[in-house]
């Protein structure tokens, strides 16, 4: 039977129906807890404090209102004027967020998978993606493309694979290792046959400072498994491409 490409999933199989796609997408208000919520793999102490699920790492609240306080005191502000007054609280609240995947584990989006019939690629395209580099602490974001090909038949919910995104891009990083612990996850965790994970990215520590050079993009790939062969590896490729 000729493939097909389902326009409502992106995914390539034998067999599609609108009715297939939209429950596999597996969408609930659950599917992007805030930092506060508890999650399977990532837990909460108490109040809003975080804890990694090891419990070796926590997000130490107050500690980052001084830093911050001490910081702008260090460039010369004076932190209790009108308009910083509130910075130090504000960005310890947004650091809760804005690192919060430090505090998950990568298992926990990809532990509910289901049974198909299908071992074909499956691809989901312009995942967007907002992480902090770890060099500058400036941000840097994009997309990300995940295509893998299942493990006996064995997928998950379309959408856990933009929260594997998030769990990784919620911390300090590098876009080269964001990449590979991706695609590590999809080979360890679900037992990909194969995986290829694409991400293109504006840097603003490039944008904003030191080369200043705005239009410049970064692409990163990571290639596993049978995706290595280079028909399979042409496929995702010219599937991320289309237009």
Same mark, same amino acid.
């Given at each position: 039977?000729?493939?097909?490409?389902?326009?409502?999933?992106?995914?390539?199989?034998?067999?599609?129906?609108?009715?297939?796609?939209?429950?596999?997408?597996?969408?609930?208000?659950?599917?992007?807890?805030?930092?506060?919520?508890?999650?399977?793999?990532?837990?909460?102490?108490?109040?809003?404090?975080? !804890?990694?699920?090891?419990?070796?790492?926590?997000?130490?609240? %107050?500690? !980052?209102?001084?830093?911050?306080?001490?910081?702008?005191?260090?460039?010369?502000?004076?932190?209790?004027? &009108?308009?910083?007054?509130?910075?130090?609280?504000?960005?310890?609240?947004?650091?809760?967020?804005?690192?919060?995947?430090?505090?998950?584990?990568?298992?926990?989006?990809?532990?509910?998978?289901?049974?198909?019939?299908?071992? %074909?690629?499956?691809?989901?395209?312009?995942?967007?993606?907002?992480?902090?580099?770890?060099?500058?602490?400036?941000?840097?974001?994009?997309?990300?493309?995940?295509?893998?090909?299942?493990?006996?038949?064995?997928?998950?919910?379309?959408?856990?694979?933009?929260?594997?995104?998030?769990?990784?891009?919620?911390?300090?990083?590098?876009?080269?290792?964001?990449?590979?612990?991706?695609?590590?996850?999809?080979?360890? &965790?679900?037992?990909?046959?194969?995986?290829?994970?694409?991400?293109?990215?504006?840097?603003?520590?490039?944008?904003?400072?030191?080369?200043?050079?705005?239009?410049?993009?970064?692409?990163?790939?990571?290639?596993?498994?049978?995706?290595?062969?280079?028909?399979?590896?042409?496929?995702?490729?010219?599937?991320?491409?289309?237009?």
């Amino acid at each position: 039977m000729a493939t097909m490409i389902c326009t409502v999933c992106c995914m390539v199989s034998v067999d599609c129906s609108e009715r297939q796609c939209m429950d596999r997408m597996d969408i609930d208000d659950n599917d992007f807890p805030t930092p506060t919520q508890q999650t399977q793999g990532a837990r909460t102490s108490v109040g809003s404090e975080l !804890v990694s699920p090891d419990g070796r790492r926590h997000y130490d609240e %107050e500690g !980052v209102r001084k830093a911050v306080r001490d910081f702008l005191v260090a460039i010369g502000e004076d932190p209790n004027r &009108e308009g910083l007054l509130d910075t130090p609280d504000r960005i310890a609240r947004a650091g809760k967020e804005l690192f919060g995947g430090l505090y998950q584990s990568p298992k926990e989006p990809l532990s509910r998978r289901f049974k198909t019939d299908t071992d %074909e690629m499956v691809l989901v395209r312009n995942i967007e993606l907002y992480s902090v580099c770890e060099h500058h602490l400036m941000p840097f974001l994009g997309v990300a493309h995940i295509a893998y090909i299942p493990s006996n038949g064995m997928v998950v919910g379309l959408s856990k694979l933009a929260r594997l995104v998030e769990v990784y891009a919620r911390r300090p990083q590098v876009q080269e290792r964001l990449t590979k612990q991706i695609a590590d996850a999809l080979m360890e &965790e679900l037992d990909a046959r194969g995986c290829l994970v694409v991400i293109d990215c504006e840097h603003l520590c490039m944008s904003m400072r030191g080369i200043k050079k705005s239009q410049a993009r970064t692409t990163t790939s990571a290639v596993r498994g049978i995706m290595k062969n280079a028909a399979t590896r042409a496929e995702a490729m010219q599937l991320i491409c289309r237009e």
